[in-house]
Nanobody, 120 residues
């Protein structure tokens, strides 16, 4: 059994900051890519930021220079520091991770989502 639990969402004014965290727990042997997606009302889910096991990162153009993804491999956690937030960043943010469990199976897992609202 594997769980991804996100935290850190909330309501913030434009220009403000939030830090999202995601902790993976359970029958985990190894962790590969860890990602943050978001889904705004009426829109498709989109990849916001990604980080590989060796720390290489990739960002959506819309968040480059404002968001920073990081991870702690020892704790199976991934974070998303979001600065200079804009109303268009409003969405439910989902953590996603590719994990190898002790039965030697790779699978992609999702968290339940955390809501971020940017509004004055």
């Amino acid at each position: 059994q594997v769980q991804l639990v996100e935290s850190g969402g909330g309501v913030v004014q434009p220009g403000g900051s939030l830090r999202l965290s995601c902790a993976a727990s359970g029958n985990i042997f190894s962790t590969n890519d860890m990602n943050w997606y978001r889904q705004a009302p009426g829109k498709q889910r989109e990849l916001v930021a990604a980080i590989t096991s060796d720390g290489s990162t990739n960002y959506a153009d819309s968040v480059k220079g404002r968001f920073t993804i990081s991870r702690d491999n020892a704790k199976n956690t991934v974070h998303l520091q979001m600065n200079s937030l804009k109303p268009e960043d409003t969405a439910v943010y989902y953590c996603n991770a590719k994990l190898l469990t002790f039965d030697r199976r790779w699978n992609s897992y999702w968290g339940q989502g955390t809501r971020v609202t940017v509004s004055s």
